[in-house]
């Protein structure tokens, strides 16, 4: 499986992500670049999760058929031809950090899944729903892991 380098340039991996994009914060997306996704690709998905979180894996942000030719979003916007799924805080799109006060820094995991094939969800899908259908169909992946704490 080949890898997908996935950037950005308001915080570098395992680095603190600015208060700017937690939900306290402004609440925008960060922007991110991505490169070495294969030519065979028919659509990119992102998701973005915190597995610290004290109910489990928390949703801040799943966008499906990302065109599989861009190469990035702006601060703020929704990836190119992307549909935006509701997030853990039941809204469509982005949801910044938030975690505990008090809390050592959560993980903020971006990844990047390049697929086969489209993607093929139930009305209402969850991110169990997304995370079944992109393994069925990865071709290659990358990660961009942010920190954040209260």
């Not at 950037?7 to 997306?29: I, W």
């Not at 690709?41 to 599989?68: K, R």
Request: aromatic fraction near 8%.
């Amino acid at each position: 499986m080949t890898g997908i380098e996935l950037k950005s340039n308001a915080f570098t991996d395992h680095a603190p992500v600015p208060r700017r994009y937690a939900l306290e914060g402004e609440n925008v997306s960060p922007p991110l670049t991505w490169s070495g996704v294969p030519d065979d690709a028919a659509e990119l998905v992102l998701m973005c999760e915190d597995p610290d979180a004290p109910s489990g894996n928390f949703v801040h942000w799943i966008v499906v058929g990302i065109d599989p030719r861009s190469d990035g979003i702006s601060e703020g916007q929704s990836p190119p031809g992307g549909t935006e799924l509701v997030n853990g805080y039941g809204r469509p799109g982005w949801g910044g950090p938030h975690p505990p006060p008090g809390d050592e820094s959560h993980h903020y995991v971006f990844h990047l899944y390049a697929l086969a094939e489209p993607c093929v969800l139930p009305d209402a899908p969850r991110a169990d729903d997304v995370r079944q259908a992109v393994e069925k169909r990865e071709l290659a992946d990358g990660t961009l892991i942010g920190l954040y704490r209260r």
